[in-house]
């Protein structure tokens, strides 16, 4: 299979990265505005540098959009007028409104899927098959100041993974109360799930780069950490006691076997195989336009 990367930015040179690792994959071609950046990454992963959109998508049978936001909605365009299948980078578009309307562009039969990557991350599934009634989660995402990131909010630029795990993973069902505060930069989320809360923090001042999952449930507490790939659990006390008048309990902890892997190239491979066998892609279109309604409403919470 041919595949395709256009927008040759950060996650843009991470796609064609793995696109050039991933056996599935036989030729490589890449197309960014940027001439020279996509000849570069061209000469490192031996792939091939397109005129245009209209001839990379020409010439390929998948496709990965990495361009900034604001150029979702035109170039997932111009993929559907050519019937190549696509993974376009989160936030799906700038939008909830253009996200609705790139929806109501795609054909049944064709696949395409959103890189909402932390979905990818292997704690996720083992944290989904230990959950059972949480009483209480939290998830902090924080980041030190970035260059990188211009045009949105730290809401669609780092929350949005956690409200991704957090609607369509942990609590996929039943109606919430939201309160937030927060501006461009650092942001809190209190979301009411009947009676569990959900805490959601994001910042982009940060002194350290934190990705966290807490989660309490009557009889034990989830602990996960996204970057090392590692979740503990943590069950109840045995035993308490007083000991030369200092509390003691008795902690027992677990921690979980996590089969640690690359979430970008599970993400890539799973888009792949999708592709090849006429298969949704597990992150479809109307969940990232779930994930971007929360992001707006999140919003509107400090908008004035």
Same mark, same amino acid.
């Given at each position: 299979?041919? $595949?395709?990367?256009?927008? &040759?930015?950060?996650?843009?040179?991470?796609?064609?990265?793995?696109?050039?690792?991933?056996?599935?994959?036989?030729?490589?071609?890449?197309?960014?505005?940027?001439?020279?950046?996509?000849?570069? *990454? $061209?000469?490192?992963?031996?792939? /091939? =540098?397109?005129?245009?959109?209209?001839?990379?998508?020409?010439? &390929?049978?998948?496709?990965?959009?990495?361009?900034?936001?604001?150029?979702?909605?035109? &170039?997932?365009?111009? $993929?559907?007028?050519?019937?190549?299948?696509?993974?376009?980078?989160?936030?799906?578009?700038?939008?909830?409104? !253009?996200?609705?309307?790139?929806?109501?562009?795609?054909?049944?039969?064709? %696949? =395409?899927? %959103?890189?909402?990557?932390?979905?990818?991350?292997?704690? =996720?599934?083992?944290?989904?098959?230990?959950? +059972?009634?949480?009483?209480?989660?939290?998830?902090? +995402?924080?980041?030190?100041?970035?260059?990188?990131?211009?045009?949105?909010?730290?809401?669609?630029?780092?929350? #949005?993974?956690? #409200?991704?795990?957090?609607?369509?993973?942990?609590?996929?069902?039943?109606?919430?109360?939201? $309160?937030?505060?927060?501006?461009?930069?650092?942001?809190?989320?209190?979301?009411?799930?009947?009676?569990?809360?959900?805490? *959601?923090?994001?910042?982009?001042?940060?002194?350290?780069?934190?990705?966290? &999952?807490? #989660?309490?449930? !009557? !009889?034990? /507490?989830?602990?996960?950490?996204?970057?090392?790939?590692?979740?503990?659990?943590?069950?109840?006390?045995?035993?308490?006691?007083?000991?030369?008048?200092?509390?003691?309990? !008795?902690?027992?902890?677990?921690?979980? *076997?996590?089969?640690?892997?690359?979430?970008?190239?599970?993400? *890539?491979?799973?888009? #792949?195989?999708?592709?090849?066998?006429?298969?949704?892609?597990?992150? /479809?279109?109307?969940?990232?336009?779930?994930?971007?309604?929360?992001?707006?409403?999140?919003?509107?919470?400090?908008?004035?």
């Amino acid at each position: 299979m041919d $595949a395709g990367v256009i927008g &040759v930015g950060m996650m843009g040179r991470n796609h064609a990265r793995v696109y050039s690792e991933l056996k599935a994959v036989d030729s490589l071609y890449l197309y960014d505005i940027n001439g020279k950046a996509a000849r570069d *990454l $061209a000469d490192a992963f031996g792939a /091939t =540098v397109s005129t245009g959109v209209e001839d990379l998508l020409a010439n &390929v049978d998948a496709v990965s959009i990495c361009v900034p936001t604001p150029f979702h909605l035109s &170039v997932a365009g111009q $993929a559907l007028d050519a019937g190549v299948p696509f993974l376009i980078e989160k936030p799906i578009c700038a939008t909830a409104e !253009e996200s609705r309307q790139l929806i109501g562009m795609i054909p049944e039969d064709l %696949v =395409v899927g %959103v890189g909402h990557i932390e979905r990818f991350n292997p704690i =996720v599934p083992e944290i989904k098959k230990i959950v +059972r009634e949480p009483l209480y989660v939290e998830m902090k +995402r924080h980041n030190p100041a970035s260059s990188r990131v211009s045009g949105s909010s730290v809401v669609e630029d780092l929350m #949005i993974h956690d #409200i991704d795990i957090m609607r369509n993973v942990l609590l996929p069902e039943g109606s919430y109360r939201l $309160a937030g505060s927060g501006n461009q930069d650092v942001c809190s989320a209190l979301f009411s799930f009947n009676e569990t809360p959900v805490y *959601l923090s994001a910042s982009r001042k940060s002194s350290k780069k934190i990705r966290m &999952v807490y #989660i309490e449930e !009557e !009889e034990f /507490t989830i602990e996960g950490d996204f970057m090392a790939q590692e979740v503990y659990i943590h069950r109840k006390p045995g035993q308490y006691a007083v000991e030369d008048e200092r509390y003691v309990q !008795e902690n027992i902890i677990e921690k979980v *076997l996590v089969n640690k892997q690359e979430p970008l190239k599970l993400e *890539l491979s799973t888009f #792949i195989e999708c592709v090849a066998r006429g298969r949704e892609f597990p992150v /479809t279109p109307e969940q990232a336009l779930l994930n971007m309604e929360i992001c707006e409403e999140i919003s509107q919470c400090f908008a004035v």
